[in-house]
Nanobody, 126 residues
Framework: QVQLVESGGGSVQTGGSLRLSCKIS????????MAWFRQAPGKEREGVAG???????MYRDSVKGRFTISKDNAENTLYLQMDSLLPEDTAMYYC????????????????????WGQGTQVTVYS
């Protein structure tokens, strides 16, 4: 059974940092496309950062230079380091995994990901 479990969310002041983790089990982590998505109340889910099996990385424009995606294959864990947080980063953050995905869908293909975590809330206050 595939499980993705996020952790690390919380409430921080503008300019603060958080590190999200996504522990994956029951899944071949090394051959999957992995991504972080977020969803704010009343808004659609959007891709934030993604990594394909060849370790090529993509970021949403609004987080470039502030967020860093990484993974630890030995720990089967995906990370999202978030620095210089802004109130507009407030959202529920989800990790997702998919084996068969064309590169153009890494951050755009919400409906194309099969496996999702339960989400972790990030709140940034001014």
């Amino acid at each position: 059974q595939v499980q993705l479990v996020e952790s690390g969310g919380g409430s921080v002041q503008t300019g603060g940092s958080l590190r999200l983790s996504c522990k994956i089990s029951g899944y071949d982590f090394t051959t999957a496309h992995m991504a972080w998505f977020r969803q704010a109340p009343g808004k659609e889910r959007e891709g934030v950062a993604g990594m394909n099996p060849d370790n090529r990385i993509m970021y949403r424009d609004s987080v470039k230079g502030r967020f860093t995606i990484s993974k630890d294959n030995a720990e089967n864990t995906l990370y999202l380091q978030m620095d210089s947080l802004l109130p507009e980063d407030t959202a529920m953050y989800y990790c997702a995994a998919e084996k068969d995905l064309s590169p153009e869908w890494l951050l755009l293909g919400v409906s194309r990901y099969t496996h999702w975590g339960q989400g972790t809330q990030v709140t940034v206050y001014s």
